[in-house]
């Protein structure tokens, strides 16, 4: 199989990799970029585990090409912090104590970020039909959800 050379911008950083025509984006984040926030839970797109952006569009990274992200803007877990300092999300379930083993977490962290730079003021409804894709084993999810509204509303107040 021939390689492919793709040009791309991964948390706002252009970048540049080689991978083949089959290889995941989740393989190719973790594998040839280093990014190794997104996981892989189960490989078929049901556990949410690998979600990141493409071009603005929540997506599970084991289902998307990385020969088809040439061009594109990709955004990790690893691009919510700021200059060292954590997103309000990422301080919000450490306060709470919405993780545990940390496997869904960065999945979950991209999937709340991405709904609230939608809507910065969800339901709790709201918030758990965004996050219905994205499955944790650890924590149940009403700390997952008081994390996220506490966030929202400190994002709302800043």
Known sequence: MKSIHISTK???????????????????????????????GCGTGDCGACSVTLNGRLVCACLVLGAEVDGAEIGTVEGIATDGVLHPLQQAFIDHAALQCG??????????????????DPTDTEL??????????????????????????KMRAA
């Open 10 to 40: 991964v948390n706002g950083d252009a970048m540049e990799f080689v991978c083949a025509p089959d290889e995941s984006l989740l393989d190719v984040l973790r594998n040839r970029l280093g990014l190794t926030g997104a996981k892989e």
């Open 128 to 153: 758990r039909y965004w996050l219905a894709g994205n499955l944790c084993r650890c924590t149940g999810y009403d700390k997952i959800i008081a994390a996220v509204q506490d966030a929202a509303q």
């Open 103 to 120: 496997i869904c977490t960065p999945g979950i962290l991209v999937a709340a970020k991405s709904l609230l730079d939608r809507n910065p």
